[in-house]
Antibody, heavy 128, light 109 residues
Framework: QVQLQESGPGLVKPSETLSLTCTVS??????????WSWIRQAPGKGLEWIGY???????KYSPSLKSRVTISADTSKNQFSLKLSSVTAADTAVYYC????????????????????WGRGTLVTVSS | SYELTQSPSVSVSPGQTARITCSGNALPTHYAYWYQQRPGQAPVLVIFKDTERPSGIPERFSGSSSGTTVTLTISRVQAEDEADYYC????????????FGGGTKLTVL
């Protein structure tokens, strides 16, 4: 059974960098079958995809966060990480890490992703 | 940006059938996925590729697709089904490979 566990500071000051780590057990971030992702949820709001990293090191980020996001992986520790720079109160959210699977495209469509395993989430508050 | 539209809320009595819809222009060419999120918990995948059910998900949960609308149907609703439900898919340009709907709050009366 795959398990994911987020860790990191629960409080970050405005303008600083939010840093979180996701530790994976029961699976490998080196696997070529999956994409290791970050998703967040502001209090009382819906889900927002942040980005993912593939075992090759390639990444893709949400256009709305791309300028501030970096996702990296440490295969020796079976972990992947999120860094979000220049945070504001709007970045206060529960941050989830998740495993994504690729779905081949339908006719006329593009390959896309869905999430089959999620961590429990960690609340990060941005406040001075 | 691309949007998936869900109605904010649905209410049903126990034993009835709940239907939650999600609309988006790219749904005819991209599968939809559904997640259940109980209060204080992480989302759980309940339907993938429009109609398939992961192992461990009750048969009461089913999905369907018609044109630009996909539907999550929960038969014989139970109190434990009260949760937020999110659809997810992708846009047709590749700019947004992951898009979530705004979520639907299912209330069991």
């Amino acid at each position: 059974q795959v398990q994911l566990q987020e860790s990191g500071p629960g409080l970050v000051k405005p303008s600083e960098t939010l840093s979180l780590t996701c530790t994976v057990s029961g699976g490998s971030v080196s696997s070529g079958s999956y994409y290791w992702s970050w998703i967040r949820q502001a209090p009382g709001k819906g889900l927002e995809w942040i980005g993912y990293i593939y075992y090759s090191g390639s990444t893709k980020y949400s256009p709305s966060l791309k300028s501030r996001v970096t996702i990296s992986a440490d295969t020796s520790k079976n972990q992947f990480s999120l860094k979000l720079s220049s945070v504001t109160a709007a970045d206060t959210a529960v941050y989830y890490c998740a495993r994504a699977k690729l779905t081949p495209p339908l006719v006329g469509g593009l390959a896309h992703y869905y999430f089959d395993y999620w961590g429990r989430g960690t609340l990060v508050t941005v406040s001075s | 940006s691309y949007e998936l539209t869900q109605s904010p809320s649905v209410s049903v009595s126990p034993g009835q059938t709940a239907r939650i819809t999600c609309s988006g222009n790219a749904l005819p060419t991209h599968y939809a996925y559904w997640y259940q999120q109980r209060p204080g918990q992480a989302p759980v995948l309940v339907i993938f590729k429009d109609t398939e059910r992961p192992s461990g998900i009750p048969e009461r949960f089913s999905g369907s697709s018609s044109g630009t609308t996909v539907t999550l149907t929960i038969s014989r609703v139970q109190a434990e089904d009260e949760a937020d439900y999110y659809c997810q898919s992708a846009d047709s340009s590749g700019t947004y490979p992951v898009v979530f709907g705004g979520g639907t709050k299912l209330t069991v009366l």
